[in-house]
DNA sequence: ATGGTTGCAGCGCAA
């Protein structure tokens, strides 16, 4: 049984010690890492190497930045959607313990209908065609990340609020419904079709975590391979209680290839 | 509540 984790941690280096004691607690065997805002050369890498992970990095300086970190060997490693020219590292892709894993961190879009929305849609539509090739190659598949897309009006904890806002516009919604209709499955949904007020991303501000005040934004979504094999998918939120917290809960689902 | 908080770099910007 293979565990796989996707999380955004908001900074690896203010981050590190709640992923190192997470990783001590009950270690992944595949971890998909956003906004590590941090370059390669400075990635805390012996300290992770110490706990028998294998690390693939895409990293830059401030914003951004993805990494892989797997028990297994990491092979076949590529760092950007191929044919998209985009000089902000959001994208790791790598073949490891008989599956192959991205891990990818979705452009937030600030606000629907300005320059760094049309940013997101363009990085979506590249990841579409992207994925497409991946889907012929028949392999259980791994696209691990944070979206910053909530599906529907069920993964918001407001939805009269937050109705056409960014993360919950049609058009961005209507970009992941076509990547997951390419064939994907989104674990979390599929292993809790019917579970409400079931959130990745609080805000820092204003108690959102206290009152759940979330939503759903990071996702697993599995090729037919994958999604055959899964046994498990939650959300643990046991990670956005501690001080310092990241504003991502990890999403962790197990599959047995 | 065009507010609120966090991380970064170095006090404005992205989220």
Not at 59 to 88: C, H, M, R, W
Not at 156 to 185: F, M, Q
């Amino acid at each position: 049984m293979a565990k796989i984790a996707t999380w955004n941690v908001n900074s690896i280096r203010t981050r590190l010690p709640h992923l190192l004691s997470w990783l001590k607690e009950s270690p992944p065997d595949v971890v998909l890492l956003q906004e590590t805002k941090v370059m390669d050369d400075q990635f805390p890498r012996d300290e992770i190497e110490t706990l028998n992970y294998n690390i693939a990095l895409y990293g830059q300086k401030t914003y951004n930045g993805v990494a892989i970190l797997s028990k297994f060997p990491l092979e076949d490693v590529t760092t950007g959607i191929p044919g998209f020219e985009d000089e902000q590292a959001r994208y790791i892709e790598a073949v490891t313990g008989g599956m192959r894993v991205a891990s990818i961190y979705v452009p937030n879009g600030t606000e629907v209908g300005s320059d760094k929305f049309a940013y997101k849609l363009d990085f979506l539509k590249h990841l579409y065609t992207h994925i497409q090739t991946l889907l012929t190659y028949d392999e259980a598949l791994i696209l691990g990340g944070d979206y910053n897309i909530t599906p529907s009006d069920e993964d918001v904890y407001d939805p009269k609020e937050w109705h056409e806002k960014i993360l919950c516009s049609t058009e961005e919604r209507n970009a992941l419904r076509s990547i997951i209709y390419l064939g994907l499955t989104d674990a979390l949904k599929a292993m809790h079709p019917d579970k409400k007020e079931f959130y990745t991303w609080w805000d820092y501000r204003a108690g959102a975590f206290q009152n759940n005040f979330g939503l759903r934004i990071d996702h697993l979504l599995l090729s037919p391979q994958a999604a055959d094999c899964l046994k498990s998918c939650e959300v643990d939120r046991a990670m956005r209680t501690l001080e310092k917290a990241s504003d991502h809960a990890p999403v962790i689902c197990e599959i047995d290839l």
